[in-house]
């Protein structure tokens, strides 16, 4: 009798012998719950104990393959994998399926590395549950707020997670290099203003690229050669009207001055006279344009090309 008890402590046992494996279920988690429930129309009992709540687990199958079990109230909820998350319940324990476990590596993604930084370190059997997420080998200065992961969510299955809303890796297609400053130049056409033309840059790793010295101005001529057209710059005053922020750190304006000697501000002969040198919107034009070698101060919800680059 004292043997069987023993046996029950750490097995949540059927009827025959063979099935005490497929009815063995392990703790996952305490203080925690899964969520949502498997769906069953009988989604909780109550009952005496963790195994009497594995018991009914199994008779549900495969329906149910993880339960929660609240031992302040003697509740149990059953679960079905695919699809929960695992929340904070304080008091709660989470027992899953011993079988559901991943023997197999999560699938490969084409050129993207695995991060095993989810709280799996990458050893098999993969716990029910574990993660881990797909890097892109380049450095994205912009990382999705939803990254690519694969979840292991029954045996060997791996469900892959914000397929549909994970932009692709950036590439370099597309991109040229400018010996002078061994930095990469693309030019997009557009049209887009500046907010979005600074996203599309920063998927790729880049930013948006501004005319700050001579160098930077004939690297971005070497992609974007046609001086009668006018390029979103990388700079913006909606802040503090005149003080000029970039998006490359090294260069500023206040005032609407440079705090270098590189200055480049235009004058428009089509305006009326006294708003012919630039700037002179004033807080209707807080975003900056390069047209052939001077800058012009524009409406921020204007769209033209633009230019990338990558550092």
């Known amino acids: 009798m004292l ?80 699809n929960v998350t695992l929340q904070d319940a304080p008091g709660a324990m989470v027992y899953v399926n011993s079988s559901s476990v991943c023997e197999t590596p999560p699938p490969p993604m084409a050129n993207r590395t695995l991060n095993f930084s989810h ?11 574990s993660e881990v997420s797909y890097d892109c080998p380049r450095h994205s200065r912009c990382p999705p707020p939803l990254p690519l992961k694969a979840k292991c969510v029954g045996f060997n299955a791996w469900e892959i997670l914000n397929l549909n809303v994970t932009p692709p890796c950036a590439g370099t297609e597309g991109y040229r290099l400018f010996l002078e400053d061994g930095r990469f130049y693309k030019r997009y056409q557009g049209p887009m203003n500046r907010t979005e033309a600074s996203q599309v840059c920063c998927v790729d790793g880049a930013r948006l690229a501004s005319d700050t010295n001579v160098t930077v101005y004939s690297a971005i001529r070497s992609v974007a050669p046609n001086t009668t057209e006018a390029i979103v710059q990388g700079a913006t005053d909606e802040l503090v009207e005149g003080t000029w922020i970039y998006e490359d750190p090294s260069f500023l304006q206040v005032n609407n001055t440079p705090i270098t000697s590189y200055i480049w501000w235009g004058t428009n002969s ?40 990558y550092y």
Request: aromatic share 12%.
């Open 3 to 82: 043997f069987c008890l023993v046996l029950a402590a750490f097995f949540l046992v059927s009827v025959t012998e063979a099935d005490v494996q497929s009815t063995t279920f392990h703790l996952l988690k305490q203080d925690a719950k899964l969520w949502p429930l498997a769906g069953t129309g009988r989604d909780w009992v109550k009952t005496r104990n963790a195994v009497d709540c594995g018991s009914i687990c199994h008779s549900l199958r495969p329906i149910c393959n993880a339960f929660n079990w609240h031992p302040g109230n003697f509740t149990c909820e059953f679960v079905k994998t695919p």
């Open 119 to 129: 709280g799996w370190n990458g050893s098999l059997p993969a716990p029910l549950l």
């Open 270 to 309: 089509s305006l009326p006279v006294g708003q012919q040198k630039a700037p002179n919107g004033g807080q209707n034009k807080n975003c900056l344009i390069l047209l052939g070698v001077y800058w012009f101060d524009i409406p921020c919800a204007t769209r033209l090309p633009f230019v990338c680059q």
